[in-house]
């Protein structure tokens, strides 16, 4: 879908947006993380124009096309926003921006094929790199019973044979989704590591640590200045070594720390613990590529 919209390149619109893109993309390998979301909003009345001109010439590939380089237009500016996020230390609010990035290039990945998706495939490497920095580990996941859907785009129910439509597809720039209208119950909150959406985080409401404790592995990461849209992995390894805090006696004695108990019974229960040493990786640049 990517390589298809620039075929229409003789529509002046289009050839504006392919400008637009190649200009981003410079800007993004400069470094120049500034406002970061102006082009897609300046990109979205001509998306507007190109999907009413491919609808009123009867061209349905143009009107899905466009949809998916919005979608492309908005992964380069949302990574924008993510080294903002970053570079001023707003780790929070960067996951979301993390998992929007994901989220779209999973969904232009849906609607391109692989040898069309540019630098896309190495973007999700990267990121997924960045994932594995972040503290979250386990998330929450609703359970509920849906007693009615419909499609975005018929209104009908997906399952009924009235509906032409099919779940996650495009049809005429537009994704034909499924609308939940009524829920009959909420039955539970699941805690889970590999949910669909990782925005639910699980954090604890009394966590008092500063913002460099508790993205420590993220912060460590960033303070070693690494270029950014550079590929990188992390080996870890893991040793278990004595904690300096706990003073050794015989297994028998009390426990120095006062409680009363056998060494053996208390501190001796946490003499040791696991440490893990992260050794980075560095591999190659993303180069950005023309349209």
């Given at each position: 879908m990517l390589k298809c919209f620039f075929r229409y390149s003789d529509i002046p619109e289009v050839a504006q947006i392919n400008d637009m893109l190649f200009h981003k993309k410079l800007r993004l390998q400069g470094k120049d993380f500034s406002e970061p979301n102006r082009e897609f909003q300046e990109s979205e009345p001509l998306f507007k124009c190109i999907k009413h001109y491919a609808i009123e010439n009867n061209i349905e590939e143009l009107a899905n096309a466009q949809y998916v380089v919005s979608l492309y237009m908005k992964l380069l500016c949302q990574l924008s926003s993510y080294y903002k996020s970053l570079m001023e230390k707003e780790y929070r609010e960067s996951w979301n921006i993390l998992q929007d990035c994901l989220d779209l290039a999973f969904w232009i990945g849906q609607y391109t094929i692989i040898e069309n998706r540019y630098e896309i495939p190495q973007i999700v490497d990267l990121l997924t790199g960045y994932e594995s920095l972040y503290p979250y580990k386990v998330f929450a996941s609703t359970e509920m019973i849906i007693t009615k859907s419909e499609c975005s785009i018929c209104g009908k129910?997906?399952?009924?044979?009235?509906?032409?439509?099919?779940?996650?597809?495009?049809?005429?720039?537009?994704?034909?989704?499924?609308?939940?209208?009524?829920?009959?119950?909420?039955?539970?909150?699941?805690?889970?590591?590999h949910p669909l959406d990782k925005r639910c985080v699980m954090e604890l409401s009394d966590d008092t640590?500063?913002?460099?404790?508790?993205?420590?592995?993220?912060?460590?990461?960033?303070?070693?200045?690494?270029?950014?849209?550079?590929?990188?992995?992390?080996?870890?390894?893991?040793?278990?070594?004595?904690?300096?805090?706990?003073?050794?006696?015989?297994?028998?004695?009390?426990?120095?720390?006062?409680?009363?108990?056998?060494?053996?019974?208390?501190?001796?229960?946490?003499l040791y613990y696991e440490h893990h040493h992260h050794i980075i990786h560095l591999r190659e640049h993303i180069l950005f590529q023309k349209n």
């Amino acid at each position: 879908m990517l390589k298809c919209f620039f075929r229409y390149s003789d529509i002046p619109e289009v050839a504006q947006i392919n400008d637009m893109l190649f200009h981003k993309k410079l800007r993004l390998q400069g470094k120049d993380f500034s406002e970061p979301n102006r082009e897609f909003q300046e990109s979205e009345p001509l998306f507007k124009c190109i999907k009413h001109y491919a609808i009123e010439n009867n061209i349905e590939e143009l009107a899905n096309a466009q949809y998916v380089v919005s979608l492309y237009m908005k992964l380069l500016c949302q990574l924008s926003s993510y080294y903002k996020s970053l570079m001023e230390k707003e780790y929070r609010e960067s996951w979301n921006i993390l998992q929007d990035c994901l989220d779209l290039a999973f969904w232009i990945g849906q609607y391109t094929i692989i040898e069309n998706r540019y630098e896309i495939p190495q973007i999700v490497d990267l990121l997924t790199g960045y994932e594995s920095l972040y503290p979250y580990k386990v998330f929450a996941s609703t359970e509920m019973i849906i007693t009615k859907s419909e499609c975005s785009i018929c209104g009908k129910p997906f399952q009924s044979l009235d509906c032409q439509h099919i779940k996650g597809n495009l049809y005429w720039g537009e994704v034909a989704l499924e609308n939940v209208t009524e829920i009959k119950e909420f039955q539970a909150v699941a805690m889970v590591s590999h949910p669909l959406d990782k925005r639910c985080v699980m954090e604890l409401s009394d966590d008092t640590r500063t913002k460099e404790e508790k993205f420590q592995l993220l912060n460590e990461f960033l303070e070693q200045q690494i270029p950014a849209f550079q590929l990188f992995s992390i080996e870890i390894h893991k040793t278990r070594r004595q904690r300096p805090d706990i003073k050794i006696v015989e297994r028998n004695d009390k426990c120095p720390c006062g409680s009363g108990k056998k060494f053996k019974n208390c501190c001796g229960q946490d003499l040791y613990y696991e440490h893990h040493h992260h050794i980075i990786h560095l591999r190659e640049h993303i180069l950005f590529q023309k349209n």
